[in-house]
């Protein structure tokens, strides 16, 4: 019952590094989805796909990028990272989208930029 | 664009009391709404969802409504337990172009039940 699984669950990085946020569902679902979530702000989107090998820019996708070579993965990568970048990042994934089913979610990344 | 704001911010109330938390939604076109539940330090858990055609729907001591043409859902926790403090939140889903549909999230409502 692995569901959705988030790797790693804590990372901090300085200024200008980079890093890749990796996410893994188990559950066959096509759609997949980064979002980010900050005090005050709520949980915004900033990447989603709708199947292997497609990606697609959600409300907040400056300064990162992703890829979706397998099914079953959904990276997000920070090319160069900024302290307004600190956050906690989650995957989430659903089944063809959210017509009549809902979104599964990881456990998060937080993630702290100095 | 879609704004979704959740009324109260935080609310503690005694074990065994039943409580109602309000979510409204600037624009009534949506697909579904859904309410989820999130523990400190953890992701979020799909509670309800209820179809854009539907007016509620139940899970054991949850109940949640939906009033579409006022921009409004309730989520109604009957005989709360202190195991129900968490953070709820309320999202609704826009058509985002093609066929794929998007969640505008609520900032959630802060539960805390007192033994």
């Known amino acids: 019952n692995a569901g959705v699984t988030q790797t790693p669950k804590f990372r901090v990085l300085k200024t200008g590094q980079s890093m890749t946020l990796l996410c893994a569902q188990d559950?066959?679902?096509?759609?997949m989805y980064w979002y980010r979530q900050d005090p005050g702000m709520g949980l915004r989107l900033i990447h989603y796909s709708v199947g292997e090998g497609t990606t697609a820019k959600g409300e907040v996708p400056d300064g990162y990028n992703v890829s979706r070579l397998k099914k079953q993965n959904f990276l997000l990568g920070l090319e160069s990272a900024a302290p307004s970048q600190t956050s906690v990042y989650f995957c989430?994934?659903?089944?063809?989208?959210?017509?009549?089913?809902?979104?599964?979610f990881g456990d998060g990344t937080r993630l702290s930029i100095l | 664009k879609q704004e979704v704001t959740q009324i109260p911010a935080a609310l503690s109330v005694p074990e065994g009391e039943n409580l109602v938390l309000n979510c409204s939604f600037t624009d009534s076109a949506i697909y579904n709404l859904q309410w989820f539940r999130q523990d400190p330090g953890k992701g979020l858990t799909s509670l309800l969802l209820?179809?854009?055609?539907?007016r509620e729907q139940t899970s054991g001591r949850l109940n949640a409504s939906l009033d579409k043409s006022s921009g409004r859902s309730t989520l109604y926790i009957a005989a709360s337990q202190p195991g129900d403090s968490a953070t709820y939140l309320c999202?609704?889903?826009?058509f985002g172009g093609g066929s794929n549909y998007k969640l505008t999230f609520g900032k959630g409502t802060l539960l805390t039940v007192n033994p």
């Open positions: 999202a609704v889903s826009i």
């Open positions: 209820i179809q854009s055609s539907q």
């Open positions: 989430a994934s659903s089944f063809a989208g959210l017509m009549n089913q809902p979104q599964h």
């Open positions: 559950m066959n679902h096509e759609y």
